[in-house]
């Protein structure tokens, strides 16, 4: 291990994953932020956390508006579905559409390629250890968050 702190680690790989992702032309950048608005909506439904567009905002990170304009493209593109909220008819929660669940199946593959690119050379153990590690701390981290 080098002398570089975990968080420091951390922060390098997210900044490199980053610039990736927006380095791209302009309809890729698109897609990259569809498929983020998406897997934070489909995150949030999973950990039985109303989608709304303020939890969505949290989750990834940004403001109110953004997040609704981030929602309302998805929606535009089939993604997701807005609807009223059942507990309050003022406000909307999304959803993800079978399109948007076939986009996702397909960002997740491509990570999928992504992780066994990294991983080249590891053994079996050491790369479910990873996982299970990285499984965890996404874990936690939810819980610290309440």
Not at 49 to 61: H, K, L, M, R, S
Not at 91 to 114: C, D, F, K
Request: hydrophobic fraction near 40%; proline fraction near 3%; charged fraction near 25%.
């Amino acid at each position: 291990m080098t002398g570089r702190g975990t968080g420091r680690l951390l922060f390098g790989f997210v900044r490199h994953w980053s610039r990736r992702a927006a380095s791209g032309d302009g309809s890729a950048a698109e897609q990259g932020r569809l498929i983020l608005v998406t897997e934070a909506v489909a995150a949030l439904a999973d950990r039985a956390v109303p989608p709304t567009v303020n939890a969505v905002a949290e989750e990834i990170g940004i403001d109110q508006s953004g997040a609704s304009r981030l929602i309302r493209r998805a929606v535009d593109a089939g993604y997701l579905a807005s609807t009223a909220a059942p507990s309050d008819a003022r406000r909307r929660e999304a959803s993800v559409t079978p399109a948007g669940r076939s986009a996702l199946r397909q960002a997740h593959a491509g990570q999928e390629e992504i992780f066994d690119e990294l991983t080249v050379g590891w053994s079996r153990q050491r790369r479910d250890d990873l996982h299970t590690a990285m499984a965890d701390l996404i874990s936690r981290s939810h819980e610290i968050d309440r």
